[in-house]
């Protein structure tokens, strides 16, 4: 009986999944690969809050598959049911496919919090699947009072889209005493949080949810704090959990924080399996620690490693910087590496600097915004911990400068140096620019502390 | 007789000089700085090509003074006619000025070519002068047909917003086969013609000028191709020379290009005396030669390098990169360090690699825009010797996430890796990041030449 064959078999589909399916095809041009995914369409992770103003609909928010068939990729569309490690071969809903090397991309799945009542009609989570979230848009187009339960980068951009339909009471129920505090310093956080309350939506900070209510359908959110608030419809934004279990099952390791272990080159504990993405545990670019940071980007700098590693070692992760951003309208944030909150919290001396300024010379040429930077440092080296932005559109690609500098471990004095295009539409002054002044400002403050 | 005094004189008020100022006041804060400069005001150099029409007026486009003022720099507006090196002291049209350290940072001036006639009233030089450039706006405002010599970045930025007043015929004259080929590959250079060409503005390419027609005023552009066209204003964008004079009587060292020469640290010949900006002499990041590019952006980092060093030295010059970007309307350029084309004429053994695609995701999300990235290789080590980015006005920051690259000298592999922040609303998708897509595929390309 011939058995379905492919060199390479790559597990999922999403960001991971299809990166390191044309990775594979870039470095190992001989070699047949097929995708092998259970959806039908495969969502655009990062864009799902948008499909419910920006975008609109879920079908305009789907990865398309000719990323696939250009890099001739084969797919099949079927869920795997077991790895046969021994036979390497997978057992999928539509027989066995046998592979010489496979990539487990298997993504995460949302986390559901023990709350009471979380599993009421009318209570959703993000769930990366077309038809859910086409559910979730038919009973948000007849919601009045919306709950989002989480005021992280999802639960924010959920809320904002979810505004800009019109005619609803929404807020957003945060355990933390800010918004967006495990990605952000404070001062930033409280930015976001007055954009969305000028937005017109509520924020409840430093507040469990305690229960819903209603009977099969949520009618309201207990709150910690005592008291109810309407709800006909909540988003639950409180975090993702890795997709290991088809790992388990087949005897791969698992780590700490319940992923599917691999080492630097994305390899499990089985040679001929590599894991990427979401399933995949990572360590931190600061000290190597475990992170349990669920990036598309992250993920799909995994998907690089390991479909360049499959038939011989040419990569090594050097742990995760976490580098993302998110926008409100015209007001944008992005950060990379750590914020002085986090720096401190892991035992580095930090010292940061924080300017503010135009990013337009002269400050009237239009399209401009004030943008502000902060650049957190080690202070007795000198290197670079992290960066946080703020501004407008721009914003997105500023924080990927700071990544640079904080990939390559540059100092304040090397940013000091820092050789920018400048030019009066689209950037700050050369004399201004923040990256650069910033650094000069944090190279000011260290020599004061090294002074007695 | 008591004479002024200042532990340290910086001539000149531009970029250059303004941040050699600031950076001293940062780097031995208990030291006095004097500033003095001729002009009463001075112009945002990177602006001036905006007064004409985004910005509408000079004094719009002005370096204010309250820099100098925060950082406690004291302003003298005279014009400095004699270094006098012995006994350390300026001479000034308003008396004579004791120095310890000494920063030159006199600019430059517009190059005017030889050609006939070019001292005719209508014919104009991009003096950073506020009357000089007051005269000509009056003179722009009235002329029907104006004539742009030389299609830099100048050049077009002029012509372009020239457009912006309406009722005029433009035309600009580029002897070379395409405007902007200094600083880009040709594709990029003919995108930028079709932009200015679809905006209404004539280009004639591989054109010299002959001579200029008329009496006392210019009436007429001779062409070397024969013909003579129509001109009542004429701009000339043909490049700027070191303001080295100044130094050269005070006996200080001149190099090659006829700009003050520098050693690594900025300092001239005499130790006591510092250069920086337009009238210092440049080397090349890229092999250590002459470099003649002047911008205000290779001004301030020469400026931060001078300053820091004056009593003690900490900072190297690593040589000029040059970075800068420039901007029609919504359509943007962004280049660093080597084009393929000026690798290649420098020995290189370059390897390039160019992606497309749109800088949102999914693609429909607002604001977005076609972004192409190119980036260019040494093919042996890998070595990352430039990339050139054109989209809309997020190129000039996606250049500056290159510029770091370049200088750290990261190879493909290393930008392969590259860790960077994605968002829907604000960037590429992860899956399609260009910078990183680029490096795949030159990685691809380079593999290949080594296969025999």
Redesign the interface.
Known sequence: MSVKTADVIVIGGS?AG??AA??VR??Y?GKSVLLVRKEKQVM?P??IP?ICG??GSPD????PDA?LEKEQVELLVSEVTAIDRERKRLITASGEVAYDRLIVATGSHPVIPPIPGAAMDGVFTILKDVDYLRRMQECLKTAIDVVVVGGGFIGIEFADEIRKTGGKTITIVEIAPHCLSLSYDEEFCVEAEQVLQANGIRILTATKVAGFTGNDRVTGVKLSSGGTIKADAVILGTGSKANAELGKAAGLRIGATGAINVDRTMRTSDKHIFACGDCAEKIS?FGGGPSTLK???????EA??AG?NLFGI??EN?G??G?????LGDF?L???GLTETMAKALGYDAVSAAVEGPNR??A????GAKTKVKLVFESNSGVLLGGQVRGN?????????V???V??R?TA?DI????????????A?????PL?NAA??A??EIRKRARP
């Open positions: 960001a299809v990166t044309i990775t870039r470095h041009p655009i990062c864009g948008y920006t975008v305009k928010n789907l990865i990323v670019f990036l598309a980007s992250i993920a799909t700098l690089r490693i360049a040419t990569r050097p995760t910087v580098v993302w951003s998110t926008a944008a992005g950060t990379a010379h002269p009237g040429m239009p399209g559109g721009v914003a997105g690609e500023i924080i990927n400068a990544s640079a500098c990939q390559r540059m004095e000091a140096m820092f050789q920018m295009g400048t030019h009066p539409a689209l950037t002054s050369p004399i201004a620019y650069v000069e400002l190279i000011k």
